[in-house]
């Protein structure tokens, strides 16, 4: 990561040790020592929500044979003393609990809040652990309750000022569609794609219906935004006598209203026997 020194935050430059910036003081307060896992927890700020079983399984056989090579970085408990705050390394931490470990290696440092939150997206973000919706939700903790900007925060987490502005804007997405981007279902791509369009939920689900690709996606939400443009929305009696009808028989139906022009009903067959069956209840 090509970061220069000058833009670098307190909680990536402790990281890191470039401990000769201005205004920064090393914050280690002792270099590798072993923890008890019983006096390790979790952090309240950690970004990442989602940790995958199977991965975390195969790190503790890893773990079982070779060890834990990468100490955990922790901050002391705000609460209990005798306690640690997982900074970075909590997915270690869970695998080390599997392997029956009883104690865990760890640099302890002095970090705040803002320090803390930095180094927990920093280290998840160059692993790639982190979904891009808890990404985008660390970057506006950061903003909304830090009062980092965009530009700040952009040379501190070693991203662009416009990936930080993208991968935001995903949070004003339904939820359902932000789960299916954590969960691997669509891409944060797709998502863009259909951001815009009045039925992202609709959008979405036929992505992943019919496995589109992401150009494909934005060619379907271009399309969809010009129908509705074009098209005025159904009254909702008309709606109504549209389903009642398709319950009646058994197949779409489509009324189109033309106010004083009248209008049009449109039955829908996909095979001659589905004709016959619709003319044989008319006839009754």
Same mark, same amino acid.
């Given at each position: ?11 990536l430059s402790s990281l890191m040790g470039e401990t000769e910036v201005a205004d920064v003081k090393p914050q280690t307060i002792s270099g590798d020592v072993t923890i008890a ?15 995958d079983k199977n991965s975390i399984n195969e790190l503790a056989e890893s773990i079982k044979s070779k060890g834990l090579v990468q100490p955990i970085l922790v901050r002391p ?9 997982? &900074?970075? *390394?909590?997915? /270690?931490?869970?695998? $080390?609990? !599997?392997?029956? @470990?009883?104690? #865990? %290696?760890?640099? +302890? ?46 040379? &501190?987490? *070693?991203?662009? /000022?416009?990936?930080? $502005?993208? !991968?935001?804007? @995903?949070?004003? #997405? %339904?939820?359902? +569609? ?107």
């Amino acid at each position: 990561m090509n970061i220069s020194k000058k833009g670098l935050g307190r909680g990536l430059s402790s990281l890191m040790g470039e401990t000769e910036v201005a205004d920064v003081k090393p914050q280690t307060i002792s270099g590798d020592v072993t923890i008890a896992i019983s006096k390790l927890k979790p952090s309240s700020i950690q970004p990442r929500r989602l940790f995958d079983k199977n991965s975390i399984n195969e790190l503790a056989e890893s773990i079982k044979s070779k060890g834990l090579v990468q100490p955990i970085l922790v901050r002391p408990s705000k609460t209990n003393s005798d306690e640690y705050e997982i &900074i970075a *390394g909590e997915r /270690r931490w869970r695998a $080390a609990q !599997i392997a029956q @470990l009883h104690e #865990l %290696p760890a640099v +302890i440092k002095n970090l705040d809040d803002v320090e803390a939150l930095e180094m927990a997206i920093i280290e998840n973000v160059q692993r790639a652990d982190l979904s891009p919706i808890e990404e985008a939700a660390g970057y506006k903790k950061l903003m909304e309750q830090y009062n980092h900007t965009q530009e700040a925060l952009a040379p &501190i987490v *070693g991203k662009s /000022r416009s990936h930080i $502005a993208n !991968i935001t804007r @995903l949070l004003n #997405l %339904p939820t359902s +569609i932000q789960d299916m981007i954590s969960q691997g279902i669509i891409t944060s791509g797709h998502a863009r794609a259909i951001m815009n369009s009045a039925f992202p939920e609709q959008l979405a689900k036929k992505i992943v219906d019919e496995n589109l690709s992401v150009r494909q996606a934005e060619s379907l939400a271009k399309k969809t935004k010009t129908q509705t443009t074009k098209t005025k929305l159904k009254p909702a009696d008309t709606i109504d006598l549209e389903q009642r009808l398709t319950e009646l028989l058994g197949l779409d139906v489509i009324i189109s209203d033309n106010g004083k022009r009248g209008g049009s009903i449109k039955v829908k067959y996909k095979t001659l026997d589905q004709l016959e069956l619709v003319t044989n209840k008319l006839k009754n």
